[in-house]
């Protein structure tokens, strides 16, 4: 039986059955508050909300503002939002905390309230940044930056320095990233394009792109890893790396100019070590380094150059 169309009016709801669920989440109040920071030097800065998105970027002014868009079903639950705000010189901190009690009313209506964070900061700033629930996005910012969300996708571009990205359930995006990268997603795809000294990319379940920029240099080990999906690098030409890379249930095919492959596969093996061989490749590229370390758990892998 199909639920009868909230359109018929509210009064439906008394006659319908067990099995039919209705959801009624209208957000009908929204409320915009903004803090504004005076900062001297490079900001650090904490966000959090427990449900929303947040978004950063930079801007010229030597002031960070934080824009709180709050949205709930009624006013009361939209006041209820709890938002903390401090100040010790350079740090600063913003979190909006969840209502000490969350009211439920009527069939399956949601009465939580939630909030986005809108955030100008200078060019330069350390931030740390979280939702429980919500996507993250940064754009034009130099400087330490963790991003974490427990359900929601992460963007960021232009971002220079030390980047470090965790979702529990989402995709990745990252373009024009320079310095040192880690991302942590539990199940989503993942893409990157940067000029990084050090990769650190995983996820449970996903596939991975990554595309090293001209004049990419490792100065560090990295690490390109997915429980189940395929990988593709892209390598610029003169990078090198000491590339060794394992599929366990896929294949692997090469376009880069790698000596000393351990790839052969002779005539006199058997056919299950000679499916093996064509899921590993080691060898060095350029002139060798820091290792390049590729791992899928099942899926193809793909070595190509720019």
Request: glycine share 14%.
């Amino acid at each position: 039986m199909k639920c009868a169309s909230l359109g018929v009016g509210l009064a439906l709801l008394g006659t319908l059955t067990a099995g039919c669920v209705v959801s009624v989440d209208t957000q009908a109040e929204i409320v915009r508050e903004e803090k504004r920071f005076t900062v001297a030097g490079t900001p650090e800065l904490h966000l959090a909300t427990f449900d929303g998105s947040i978004e950063i970027q930079s801007w010229d002014k030597t002031e960070v503002l934080v824009e709180i868009e709050k949205r709930g079903p009624t006013r009361e639950a939209v006041d209820a939002l709890d938002v903390r705000t401090s100040q010790n010189g350079a740090r600063i901190e913003l979190e909006v905390k969840r209502p000490r009690a969350e009211s439920f009313s009527g069939v399956g209506m949601n009465r939580t309230a939630s909030a986005k964070l809108i955030v100008s900061v200078p060019r330069h700033a350390n931030i740390v940044a979280s939702s429980g629930d919500g996507s993250i996005s940064i754009e034009r910012v130099n400087g330490r930056v963790e991003l974490r969300t427990g359900d929601g996708s992460i963007r960021a571009s232009e971002v220079g320095g030390d980047l470090l990205i965790n979702t529990g359930d989402g995709s990745v995006t990252v373009n024009h990233a320079d310095g040192r990268l880690d991302i942590e997603t539990g199940d989503g795809g993942v893409t990157v394009t940067g000029r990084n000294t050090r990769v650190k990319i995983h996820t449970g379940d996903g596939s991975i792109t990554y595309r090293a920029e001209p004049d990419s240099r490792m100065a560090e080990d990295w690490e390109i890893t997915t429980g189940d999906g395929g990988i593709i690098v892209y390598l610029p030409n003169g990078f090198s790396a000491q590339v060794d890379a394992h599929t366990g249930d896929g294949s692997i095919r090469n376009e880069l100019q790698i000596d000393g492959l351990d790839q052969g596969v002779e005539a006199d093996k058997d056919s299950e070590e000679r499916h093996e061989a064509r899921r590993t490749l080691r060898g060095r590229l350029g002139d060798g380094g820091k290792n390049l370390r590729i791992r899928t758990g099942d899926g193809s892998i793909r070595l190509r150059s720019m």
